[in-house]
């Protein structure tokens, strides 16, 4: 897209491997999974599969497994993608986000922690198998006049514009000075 800067650029590829190659003293390579994770469903049958959006080491994807799901775990960066998956269930898959595009109906699970790229929104939707769930936490922006939205980090009730196809079962919004975080479960009817 022309005039749009990638998600996954050079440098933003660099700064995202060195924060993996730090290790363990990176919650977002040890930490426990995000909250939302609590509010993911059961596998609707065996083999049931969740996409993992911008894994990480692979923490969510992990947590799933866990739980009986096959997983896709994605990510941008390789420094990622080193850690074992730790199960037979995780599948990893190096891709660059601006331009890899889930299948559609594959999946009755996404999770998405963190990473914010709008065009990404209706591919993610129809990724969806019917019943299937979304879940986001997401940091939130503020709107400043004359200014489009922040790009990685979505404004206050923009979840229902980027995905009219889908319900919304569960929001929660919590606004600070200067952003906040925004926590979404939406359902594929």
């Not at 800067?5 to 590829?13: H, L």
């Not at 269930?89 to 999770?111: E, K, S």
């Not at 993610?124 to 922006?141: D, F, K, N, T, V």
Request: glycine share 8%.
């Amino acid at each position: 897209m022309v005039g749009r800067r990638p998600f996954v650029s050079r440098a933003e590829r660099e700064k995202w491997n060195a924060t993996y190659r730090r290790g363990t003293d990176n919650p977002r390579a040890s930490g426990a999974p995000a909250a939302i994770l609590d509010r993911a469903p059961a596998p609707p049958r065996p083999g049931a599969w969740a996409l993992d959006l911008g894994c990480g080491t692979g923490r969510h994807a992990r947590a799933l497994a866990e739980r009986g799901w096959e997983v896709l775990a994605v990510d941008a960066a390789a420094e990622a993608l080193l850690r074992p998956a730790d199960s037979p269930r995780i599948r990893r898959l190096l891709a660059d986000l601006d331009h890899w595009r889930p299948a559609p109906a594959a999946f009755d699970l996404i999770v998405d922690v963190h990473f914010l790229d709008r065009s990404l929104a209706p591919a993610l939707a129809a990724a969806l198998r019917p019943g299937g769930s979304l879940l986001m936490e997401i940091r939130l922006g503020e709107l400043r006049p004359g200014e489009p939205p922040p790009p990685f980090r979505l404004l206050p009730g923009e979840s229902e514009r980027l995905f009219p196809t889908l319900e919304v079962l569960w929001t929660q919004e919590e606004m600070e000075e200067g952003g906040g975080l925004g926590r979404y479960h939406l359902r594929a009817t």
